[in-house]
């Protein structure tokens, strides 16, 4: 049965981090929240921990559109080939922000996604999850447990996360009520931005 740990974006308990980091490191999944909705994520440094929530989602690991989450632009260069000044202009606008920023993946990506041209970029506005991915020292393969068809009462309540979650997780961090509005989806891999998805993010940069 997975940890309930309860963590507050104003000042997340330092113990509480280094106990979910470990269970990261060691290949654990957490469900966590965002400025968005709460997320499913793993190591990205992990191949099992890759595998197995591919195998949650339902889709092989190599062509899975998971996001990468990073605490600020510093992490970019480690995944994503040299962008132009008016791409870095975008990105520097929006993030922190409920945002999902396709760009063009170069050749240090995680053996697991060798094979992928582009990543999903994420920089939520959220502390707790900043915090997470700061004390593990590297990005947060993720992906939303948002139910597309339907608004659901599970995906926003932490205890019902909980209850539906528990078996299949390590850790679920309770960060009060998520959303129920995934981020937007901009494709930043040609000459002009283009909108994937409209979530909570405005489309308008």
Known sequence: MSQFIKLYEENPNPKDLKQIVKILKAGGLIIYPSDTVYALGCDITNAKALEKVAQIKGVKLAKANFSFVCEDLSNLSDYVRQIDTKTFKILKRALP????????????????????KEVGIRVPDNEITRAIVRALGNPI??????DEDEV?????????????????????????????????????????????????GSPEL
């Open 152 to 200: 659901i009462e599970y995906t926003t309540d932490p205890e019902l996360i909980f209850e539906k979650w528990q078996n299949r997780v390590d850790v679920i961090v309770d960060g009060g009520y998520g959303g129920n509005i995934p981020s937007t989806v901009i494709d930043l891999t040609g000459d002009e931005p283009i909108l994937i998805r409209d979530g909570k």
């Open 141 to 146: 393969v993720s992906t939303s447990i948002y």
């Open 97 to 116: 922000g409920p945002y999902t920023f396709i760009l063009p993946g170069n050749n240090n990506l995680p053996s697991s996604f060798k094979k992928k």
